[in-house]
């Protein structure tokens, strides 16, 4: 992002779009990342209001309740005030961060990019236009999944995919150089592992980069 804003304020077109495209690259590898943990699936989120719905045996009230959830996280406000206040309980959760984050910074780039090319004026969303843009999202009718991908060879694919991607955030961010840490240890306690010999859930337990408390 910080070299889309240097290129941006330089109008340096193409500097810009080739920065927009390493940035945006950067959103699928945050979700694969978010949906190794169930706590961090949009579609857990919705789950629970559905839930709550299907206890009440009660098809308007689950379809409110799965409304209400949605909105808390985005958009925070009803149909009746028609304004929002954007990100007040923000989420970045799996699925999410695609269809609806991903698609807000698309389109504020593209104003970026029309401006630097051909001087179109870059209109900024109001209080207004976030309402919509968040309703959109919350009435999509899409279905998130509510299972995270905790496969061993998954998280080793996702921990190489962030450590080949991230140099420059590694450049960058010191303070969380412990994280990059332990995604290379665990990719070379992986790789030593003799497959053959060990179960998957013994192998699980032996590399898993975040494993359980000792009882």
């Not at 206890?55 to 149909?79: G, H, P, Y």
């Not at 959760?93 to 593209?110: F, H, K, P, S």
């Not at 309703?135 to 962030?162: F, M, P, S």
């Not at 303070?175 to 665990?186: D, T």
Request: charged share 25%.
């Amino acid at each position: 992002h910080n070299e889309v804003y240097s290129a941006f304020t330089a109008k340096n077109l193409t500097a810009f779009r080739a920065a927009r495209a390493k940035f945006e690259a950067c959103f699928p590898i945050m979700n694969d990342v978010l949906g190794c943990r169930t706590e961090w699936l949009a579609g857990e989120w919705i789950r629970r209001a559905e839930d709550w719905g299907d206890i009440l045996d009660n098809d308007f009230a689950r379809d409110n309740l799965v409304e209400n959830a949605k909105m808390l996280i985005t958009s925070w406000a009803d149909q009746m005030a028609l304004r929002a206040i954007p990100d007040y309980a923000v989420r970045h959760y799996e699925g999410m961060l695609i269809d609806l984050y991903q698609a807000r910074w698309t389109v504020w780039l593209d104003k970026q990019d029309a401006n630097l090319a051909n001087g179109t004026p870059i209109k900024q969303l109001g209080l207004d236009d976030y309402y919509y843009v968040y309703r959109e999202w919350i009435y999509n009718g899409k279905t998130y999944t509510k299972t995270a991908n905790e496969d061993l060879n998954h998280l080793r694919e996702v921990a190489t995919n962030v450590l080949a991607n991230a140099t420059t955030i590694k450049a960058s961010m010191t303070g969380y150089s412990y994280s990059f840490e332990i995604l290379a240890k665990f990719q070379q306690k992986f790789a030593l592992i003799d497959k053959t010999r060990y179960s998957e859930s013994q192998i699980s337990r032996q590399t898993h980069p975040c494993p359980p408390p000792q009882k």
